[in-house]
T-cell receptor
Framework: AQTVTQSQPEMSVQEAETVTLSCTYD???????LFWYKQPPSRQMILVIR??????QNATENRFSVNFQKAAKSFSLKISDSQLGDTAMYFC????????????FGKGTHLIIQP | SAVISQKPSRDICQRGTSLTIQCQVD?????MFWYRQQPGQSLTLIAT?????????ESGFVIDKFPISRPNLTFSTLTVSNMSPEDSSIYLC?????????FGPGTRLTVT
């Protein structure tokens, strides 16, 4: 079984700053996917970014990028030029290749962007 | 991607009763999942519901408490049976597509 650990329950930064959210995971699998999901107060789960474990290149989506260190089993999310709308819970998640076992989530990080 | 709707969006129920949550997807999908998010907590997988087979439940979840139906490739239901206040949670369905998972808007259940 895999585990996902997010060690930062809450983070607060000023608007326009850069913030990094940490995530580590444990698995015996070699092929898998990692995700960051955003959950605003509306509770809708929004996919922020996806990383395929067999790809060495770090995924990037506009202001969001990841630092994927496979050997260290680390998967951090960097948000550049943070905006007020980035305020939300952020969950790191693991999925085996194929996805038949669903997602395993970390406990989440509550990110607050201050004006 | 996939567009997923859930009904009801929220409900308040008496203990001892049951509630059935519906999940509708705008395309045919093989893998559907049900998650529970207890207040202030992360998401936990309840079960996997693939069309044409019995639902597979995670440790700590049983069919008698959370019966699931999957009659076709676009629809599933989750029933929360004999509810207690501990069942107060957000219940979310999701679908697996192209190595991603998409979520419905969730059903907020309060049991009094």
């Amino acid at each position: 079984a895999q585990t996902v650990t997010q060690s930062q329950p809450e983070m607060s930064v000023q608007e326009a700053e850069t913030v990094t959210l940490s995530c580590t995971y444990d698995t015996s699998e070699s092929n898998y996917y990692l995700f960051w999901y955003k959950q605003p107060p509306s509770r809708q789960m929004i996919l922020v970014i996806r990383q395929e474990a067999y790809k060495q290149q770090n995924a990037t989506e506009n202001r969001f990028s990841v630092n994927f260190q496979k050997a260290a089993k680390s998967f951090s999310l960097k948000i550049s030029d943070s905006q007020l709308g980035d305020t939300a819970m952020y969950f790191c998640a693991f999925m085996n290749r194929g996805g038949a076992d669903g997602l395993t989530f970390g406990k989440g990080t509550h990110l607050i962007i201050q004006p | 991607s996939a567009v997923i709707s859930q009904k009801p969006s929220r409900d308040i129920c008496q203990r001892g009763t049951s509630l059935t949550i519906q999940c509708q997807v705008d395309s045919q999908v093989t893998m559907m999942f049900w998650y529970r998010q207890q207040p202030g907590q992360s998401l936990t997988l309840i079960a996997t519901a693939n069309q044409g087979s019995e639902a597979t439940y995670e440790s700590g979840f049983v069919i008698d408490k959370f019966p699931i139906s999957r009659p076709n490739l676009t629809f599933s239901t989750l029933t929360v049976s004999n509810m207690s206040p501990e069942d107060s949670s957000i219940y979310l369905c999701s679908v697996g597509l192209a190595s991603e998972q998409y979520f419905g808007p969730g059903t907020r259940l309060t049991v009094t």
